[in-house]
């Protein structure tokens, strides 16, 4: 029994330290095995907007399940962005390094320099990568000038701002095209769009793999010793 549990446990493990989730504002949704792909697997806009501020600090919260490495959250101002073309422009937020655990940044839309305006639809896509392949997660907005986000959802440690946040690497990115990030003034940063594989979601579906059989085999050699215990 106890070496069942053991077996069950690290099977488990690595499904919850393999991912993040989005946590505000409102993701299209989550599906772990999905994450991957491009906007995390769900290709239509959300049926309901996520109202966000035009202008001010306005909070992103994320929790992460294992060490994020580096962050980069992208912003597109399609109304139905299917592929990463749509996100090439600008950057919400440039790349950072991200912690473990509940962490959190803040976007001002407004020092973008897009041009937005009161009712404009955008999507931001958050992009993670640990190590092992970059993650996705989208959610769409819509950008309201007297909006004011709830009070419990804030940001008072804002971790790209940290002293040690700057990434020393962009990854490379994208299902369809990749895009080169380069720092720019106000926050803002261009993307230089290329063409591009999906090596990247590729390469970590297979760590995930080798990392699950790594796991599996620990666990068979614990259920082993426990039947050859009793």
């Known amino acids: 029994m106890f070496a069942s549990q053991i077996l069950a446990s690290l099977l488990l493990a690595p499904l919850a330290l393999a991912h993040y989730t989005l946590e505000y504002p409102t993701a299209r949704g989550f599906i772990d095995e999905e994450e ?122 804002d971790v790209a701002l940290a002293a040690n946040a700057t990434a020393t690497a962009t990854p490379s990115l994208g299902q369809s095209a990749s895009a080169k990030a380069s720092s720019t003034s106000g926050g803002a940063t261009s993307a230089v769009a290329s063409a591009s594989s999906s090596a990247a979601a590729s390469a970590g579906q297979k760590v995930g793999v080798a990392s699950m059989g790594a796991w599996v085999g620990m666990g068979l050699a614990l259920v082993g010793a426990g039947v050859a215990v009793l």
């Open 36 to 157: 991957v792909n491009f906007c995390g697997g769900f290709a239509q806009p959300s049926s309901t907007r996520t109202s966000f501020p035009l202008s001010g600090n306005a909070p992103v919260r994320w929790d992460s399940h294992h060490a994020i490495g580096t962050v980069g959250i992208y912003i597109s101002t399609s109304t139905n962005p299917s592929n990463w073309s749509d996100f090439s422009t600008t950057m919400a937020k440039s790349w950072f390094t991200g912690p473990n655990g509940a962490a959190c940044t803040n976007i001002d839309m407004s020092k973008l320099n897009m041009n937005l305006t009161n009712g404009s639809l955008v999507t931001i896509q958050m992009v993670a990568n640990g190590g092992d392949g970059n993650l996705y997660q989208c959610s769409d907005l819509i950008l309201l000038s007297d909006y004011t986000v709830p009070s419990n959802e804030t940001c008072a440690t």
